[in-house]
């Protein structure tokens, strides 16, 4: 065994992103048993550690089998690690692999053994998909929510309204899952969808038209930067506008028009990418104060009056030697 498949067994989340950076380390390398670091974490239920291998460990493969055939996806299904069999499904693993023993596939492996919550994990999985909220074609709309307004407002008759009433009356409540594509559901894609306020005033992805989806292969984030951000090293060209030298775009006749490359920030990254308002992308972000209000005059003139004696108790105060004080203050 390695350090990496000692960090991922023990759970140790704060080893593995270090160990990413030795370029000897080979993720993908097995013990005596044909386990590599990844069929580690999975079987463990690691989910902060199997999310961070497939995000950061370009080399890694997802697929690859023990001795007896058996996949990363197949053993954490078996152990029933729900949250480690939807990470790995939808970055890429097989579902249909079938081990060379048994014959059988990951969700078959999690209904031999009993794993209820996995087997239904999987079952949802596969009725959705494609992260649809990932994506740019996503519309914040709930196909459901006309027609239950619709039936709302509905006029109902006397006799309807009395059942519902007598019905409401004699119906125990006792607590349930969401419905499918209920509510819930629509709650949950709205605020996590590229559109929502909670994720576009803090972060921006490069590929928004190639959500996660169940059975494709998803880059990591090394690839992704690789292909997407390009060499700060590199210096472009300065291009013109087609056509002749002496004429612009719109058929003036100028001098000569090139287009200067922007500005790239100190740290090579381009403009989308950085971190800043996504709101007002060329202002930056303001930075807010936030102070302790400041106490009102009467407050003030108490801690004054108090100010004098720090180091000695106060005596508490009566409520009816106030009265009594003030009655005779009224008196006199």
């Not at 004699?170 to 894609?189: C, I, L, N, Q, Y």
Request: aromatic share 6%; proline share 9%.
């Amino acid at each position: 065994q390695n350090g990496l498949m000692v960090a991922c067994y023990k759970g140790f989340v704060d080893i593995v992103p270090l160990l990413q950076k030795c370029p000897y380390i080979n993720v993908n390398q097995q013990d005596k048993d044909g386990n590599t670091a990844l069929m580690m974490a999975a079987q463990a239920g690691h989910i902060t550690i199997v999310n961070y291998l497939l995000n950061y460990y370009p080399t890694l493969e997802v697929d690859k089998r023990d001795p007896r055939g058996l996949t990363a996806l197949m053993k954490a299904a078996v152990q029933g690690r729900q949250d480690c069999v939807a990470a790995l499904l939808l970055a890429g693993a097989d579902l249909q692999a079938v081990d060379p023993i048994k014959g059988k596939t990951a969700g078959e492996w999690a209904a031999f053994t009993g794993r209820f919550e996995t087997t239904v994990r999987i079952r949802s999985l596969l009725r959705h998909p494609r992260a649809e909220q990932f994506g740019t074609q996503y519309r914040p709309e709930w196909p459901a929510l006309a027609e239950l307004v619709a039936k709302a407002l509905s006029p109902k008759s006397r006799g309807k309204r009395l059942s519902e009433k007598i019905r409401s009356m004699f119906t125990f409540s006792f607590p349930h899952d969401p419905k499918e594509d209920g509510v819930m559901d629509h709650m949950v894609r709205m605020t996590t969808s590229l559109a929502s306020p909670f994720v576009a005033t803090a972060c921006q992805t490069v590929c928004p038209d190639s959500p996660p989806e169940v059975g494709k292969r998803r880059l990591s984030v090394p690839e992704i930067l690789r292909q997407h951000v390009p060499d700060p090293d590199a210096e472009p060209e300065p291009t013109s506008c087609p056509g002749t030298s002496a004429s612009s775009c719109n058929g003036q006749a100028v001098s000569e028009i090139r287009l200067l490359p922007p500005r790239r920030p100190a740290g090579g990254l381009p403009l989308r990418l950085r971190r800043g308002n996504s709101i007002f992308p060329g202002e930056p972000i303001p930075k807010i104060k936030v102070s302790k209000a400041s106490c009102l005059p009467a407050c003030s003139r108490e801690r004054r009056r108090r100010g004098g004696e720090k180091d000695l108790l106060q005596p508490p105060k009566w409520r009816y030697k106030e009265l009594k004080e003030e009655k005779r203050a009224a008196k006199e």
